[in-house]
Structure formats: structure tokens, C-alpha cells
């Protein structure tokens, strides 16, 4: 199941603000596996248009591992199944942050790094609208942002329920995908795109990383930057899909990110993230932050 990658220690570069830490690995997969995955999944997919849910204008579909969808292909895909397997794993979370510790801090990481755990699912996030978790949820934030008792109340939050928690999407892309310049939610550590399928050259949809230099200032650092702060931004790395590829990157407050709009036909990727749930943000900053 493992390339050659998989072997060398995962080490995240430390970067001064503005600059995203990203890591890419061109073999950490086998690529006869990966090949296999992405077969299955094409055959999946042809079965039932069914997803558990789509995104970016219905240009992408998604089997995710807090969905029926996602259960029912990594039961039918033994590879698929061993990938996800594998990146819930605590092997693999320690293989990613245990020889970084440095760029995690550096990037303003503000707690300590919790215990993982495999099976921890994030309830009141994502409960149904209008349910009594969902109204619990945000209940939890507003006392988040109480003065004083706020930072009292998500220390004691963090210490009793906090834990890192793995999430997986196994994704396809269709042509018209495009996602702008923004950071992913900032409960997340960190993320990694695993490209299951080659795209032709002409397709464009590369992954694009941005510096933020200009924005240095934490308080500038939003989500979604302005129209301005994209316009002074300046494109650092661009990641073509390629089958077996794999990009890891630090979910910092600078870690902006985009997808180039995609012209192909497809583009299959395993989508994941280590996030600590129970908190709205684990990343220093110079006001409230909304994640979602």
C-alpha cells in the first residue's frame, strides 16, 4: 500500500508569517494501490449518483466519514477503505506533527496538542438545524466569547472533551470546480490532499498556495481576505493533481489556499483534516473567529 515517501520522516518547514507550510510527497502511496482506489471510486460513483453531500455550486461530490455514502464505499472498496484506515491513524497523526513542533508554534499555534482519537466525532457541530444539539452548540460558542469567562470556560472545555479528531472526504471535482483564496476552518490543525487520478495538462484545477506577507498583521488574517489583501497576495506554490501526489499543509491563520478553475472532466482526491472540534479556534489571533 506505501511508496517510498512513506518511509521519510514528515517534517513541516518552518516559515515566517505570510508563508503557508506545506509539504508535498510525490510517492507516499503505492501506485498500483492508488490506481486501484481511484478505479473503485470511478465505479462507485457510477452506480448511484448519490452523495452525502455536494459543494462549490454541486461542482463537487462528497463521500464523507460523517455520512451513509462514505460507510457504504469503504466497505466496498478494500483500498479505499486501507487508505482511510491508515490516515485515521494514531501512527499517522504522530508521523505528522511528532518532527514539527517548531513550524506548529511558530505558525501561533495557541494550546497544547491534545490526545487523538480515532472514533471522536464532533456531535454538536454538526447536528441537524434547529435540533437540541445544534441550539447546544451555539449555546457553546456564545459562552466562548463571554469576556473574561469565555477563555475560563474553553480552557475547562479543552482539558475535559478535548481531542483531535481525523475527517475524511473522498471527493470528485467536475469541470467549473473553483474554490477562491481562503483558510480552512480554524479548529484544524492540519490538512492533506491525496490525488487518486492524473488530470491532463490543459485541465488546469492545480491547488494553489498564497503568501500573505502584506497581511502579516494578525488582525488582517480573516478566513476569506478581502478583495484588496487577494490583490496583494502573491502565488507561492501550485500543485498540479497527479495520481498518488500528496499535499500536507499547516492550518495556520496564513495558510491560504486555493483551487484553480478546473476544465477537465474529472478530479478524484481523498480529502483530510486533524481538528480539535470542541474548540472554534486553536490559532492565535487579534479577534473572534468564526470557523464555519
Not at 248 to 266: C, E, M, P, R, T
Amino acid at each position: 500500500m506505501l511508496g517510498k515517501d512513506s518511509k521519510k520522516n514528515i517534517q513541516f518547514p518552518v516559515q515566517k508569517q505570510g508563508t503557508p507550510s506545506v509539504v508535498v510527497l510525490e510517492d507516499f502511496f503505492n501506485e498500483e494501490f492508488i490506481r486501484e482506489a481511484n478505479n473503485d471510486f470511478e465505479e462507485f460513483i457510477k452506480k448511484s449518483s448519490k452523495v452525502d453531500f455536494l459543494s462549490f455550486g454541486e461542482t463537487r461530490k462528497n463521500l464523507s466519514s460523517r455520512g451513509s455514502r462514505y460507510e457504504e464505499i469503504v466497505k466496498s472498496s478494500q483500498s479505499i477503505n486501507k487508505i482511510c484506515e491508515y490516515i485515521k491513524s494514531e501512527g499517522f497523526f504522530k508521523k505528522c506533527i511528532e518532527n514539527s513542533t517548531e513550524a506548529f508554534n511558530k505558525k501561533g499555534l495557541k494550546i497544547k496538542i491534545p490526545k487523538f482519537n480515532q472514533n471522536s466525532y464532533d456531535s454538536l457541530r454538526f447536528a441537524k438545524k434547529f435540533s437540541i444539539l445544534w441550539a447546544l452548540n451555539k449555546l457553546r460558542f456564545v459562552l466562548f466569547r463571554i469576556p473574561f469567562f469565555g477563555d475560563l470556560f474553553e480552557r475547562l472545555s479543552l482539558s475535559i472533551f478535548g481531542n483531535v479528531a481525523p475527517t475524511i472526504d473522498v471527493a470528485q471535482s467536475e469541470m467549473g470546480y473553483e474554490v477562491g483564496m481562503h483558510t480552512d476552518s480554524r479548529f484544524k490543525l492540519m490538512a492533506g490532499i491525496i490525488y487518486l487520478n492524473t488530470t491532463k495538462n490543459d485541465s488546469d484545477g492545480e491547488t494553489e498556495f498564497w503568501s500573505s506577507e502584506g497581511l502579516s498583521n494578525l488582525e488582517n488574517q480573516k478566513r476569506y481576505p478581502d478583495k484588496e489583501d487577494i490583490k496583494n497576495s502573491k502565488l507561492l506554490m501550485s500543485v498540479k493533481p497527479k495520481a498518488g501526489r500528496t499535499v500536507l499543509f499547516i492550518n495556520s491563520n496564513d495558510a491560504y489556499h486555493s483551487v484553480k478553475k478546473f476544465k477537465g472532466d474529472k478530479r478524484n482526491i481523498i480529502y483530510f483534516s486533524f481538528s480539535v472540534p470542541i474548540l472554534d479556534n486553536i490559532w492565535k489571533t487579534d479577534f473572534k473567529v468564526k470557523s464555519l
